[in-house]
């Protein structure tokens, strides 16, 4: 049986190195793979995946209109569907990549974040860690060392950012991930 | 630094027995523990954890009105506190378990379903998917053999139940753990 | 494709209970399962599994002559194979295990101890760690809150036992479960 | 408490790509780092760390006289130790490994092969799965789709090689990772 990974950290923990190291794996093997990508995540350019250690590889998009089942089907069958920025995916679309492991026997590899800047989970997330097969956390370090689970907001200055929209598009804030002890002090 | 733990699983993979067992290994060693369970669930009587497999101990319940922090604060400190049917909790006081671990400095073992008849997540599990620090699956097995990670309401007849209150109270039905690729088939 | 599974532990983790549980799901089910253990355990009575907390359940016995393969080809297809005490099989024994996996194509789930009073990982426990398809430890709990990976001999007295056989037999001798930190440092 | 994790694979699962991705995180924060690989292996040249997928970092090399306790507590304290190649570690080393985690309180990862091309564990390997803390197994594909878990070793024309040395130096052969099962076949 196919199985529906779902590989959760917070920001800087390296998930998009390991999608493309997996993606590389298939491929090695003279396997094909499919990617995808958030078309809400432009950082590396209009559908390519990157990573901050200087990996990249193009990868198609799916937006709130994207069928990836459909997708999927209507390809060559793939060895392996990897799916980047997965939190940003609707309840639908979990629910197709379910499908694509269930019906079309293909393993998906979905790479997301677990909660957004409140520590709420997204959309994506939720379903995925509600139905994905197997559960894998990715690590990331807090500055003191800890294991990071929990995404900060920060301000241009530095500081804390408590409220606001889950996805924040064209501003100055950036994330800092931290351990949940320090992340909730900050939020106090 | 301690820990919150979420084990999560399907009706029926032993999650009860897992509680219990931790409860015992910690009592052997001469450690206190204190365990909660739901007052929602009274399977076993007012107050108990019981498994299918024969074993039961008194455990304090909680119920919306429950501050687990200040409950485990008022106490003298054990060196672990377990929760059972942790599905219901709210997410306020999967927040206070998360204190209870970072600042307490007390591991906690939560066990729940992971999601309900519908494939939708419990409140509780929701926020423990999203919060602990390690999220571990126990395993049920579907009648197919496969690992079974959905529950099926069925009615009296044995039929699927699709639709109806998250928590059934004083009906006939009842649920059986299966696979994904099953549970959906029933759904449909 | 059916796994073999091992579920490694120090002493007082559980082993036992966890079998017997994952022994009900199947049963539960309406699935057979076959359950052996090493003669060389006797603590329950000729060929019973049994567990600290109160359960118990009647099992094959392996010694160094029987064909684990063998034996479960010549029964009717169980849904599971379970072992307990599966430190003391012998490499051949595993490799039988794994072909009961990979060919019979029935899952085979192993417990078993790490290591021995000497921080040396039992023949069993080599193999399955070496060969195994999951790889899952289970947690007991050190003095101290830590958790216990090591498995410390101590005399009647209480003191340390740093030298014998792996194995002792009809001695006076006991275990306690440390985490590594205070195995080391009791055995320095 | 820091902990000693072993992350364990096939070759060609992206070991290296994951151990540069954690120390890239490190230095990330201003933390810093000491990476290890064994000087046997100069794939990348003398005292580099790389990856196929073209990432690359310089390394300190041990060989079978390093004393790794000694090499880091000279050092200034780093956030985490990281070591490559680490099947090739003696017993000795695993064991310094482990008091660098007990006892200075540095984390140390280390990433290397279970086994060899006959199935039979690194010496390095070995004690790492006897003592490591966690135990976390890294995915690399087989050519038939399931997970490899072995290393076939083939000569230059692509036949098995069953008989030889653990590790063959300056030949023509070479390894595929394979699932156990088609390993299993290839070496009858």
Same mark, same amino acid.
């Given at each position: 049986?196919? &199985?529906?990974?779902?590989?959760? /950290?917070?920001?800087?923990?390296? &998930? ?11 491929? +090695? ?15 590396? @350019? ?9 990996? /990249?590889? +193009? ?12 997708? !999927? ?9 990897? !799916?980047? #920025? ?5 309840? %639908? ?9 269930? +019906? ?7 790479? @997301?974040? =677990? ?7 997204? #959309? ?5 860690? %509600? $139905?994905?097969?197997? $559960?894998? +956390?990715? &690590? /990331?370090?807090? @500055?003191?060392?800890? &294991? /990071?689970?929990?995404?900060? =907001?920060?301000?241009?200055? @530095? %500081?804390?950012?408590? %409220?606001?929209?889950?996805? #924040?598009?064209?501003?100055?804030? =950036?994330?800092?991930?931290?351990? =949940? ?8």
């Amino acid at each position: 049986m196919a &199985k529906l990974y779902f590989y959760y /950290a917070s920001m800087n923990a390296g &998930k998009s190195t390991a999608l493309l190291q997996a993606d590389f794996n298939y491929r +090695e093997r003279g396997m094909t793979t499919m990617l995808f990508t958030a078309a809400i995540d432009d950082r590396g @350019g209009e559908g390519m995946i990157t990573s901050r250690i200087g990996l /990249a590889r +193009e990868a198609a998009m799916f937006d709130a209109g994207t069928d990836l089942f459909a997708a !999927v089907a209507a390809a060559p069958p793939p060895a392996c569907v990897l !799916v980047d #920025e997965a939190q940003f995916l609707l309840h %639908a679309q979990v629910l197709q990549l379910a499908r694509i492991a269930d +019906e079309q026997r293909i393993p998906v590899l979905a790479y @997301g974040l =677990r909660t957004d800047f409140q520590g709420v989970p997204f #959309e994506g997330s939720l379903w995925l860690l %509600a $139905l994905a097969d197997v $559960l894998t +956390e990715m &690590k /990331a370090v807090c @500055g003191c060392g800890a &294991k /990071a689970t929990m995404n900060l =907001r920060v301000d241009a200055g @530095g %500081a804390p950012v408590t %409220a606001g929209q889950q996805t #924040e598009i064209g501003g100055n804030d =950036r994330y800092v991930a931290m351990c =949940r002890r320090h992340f909730m002090a900050a939020m106090a």
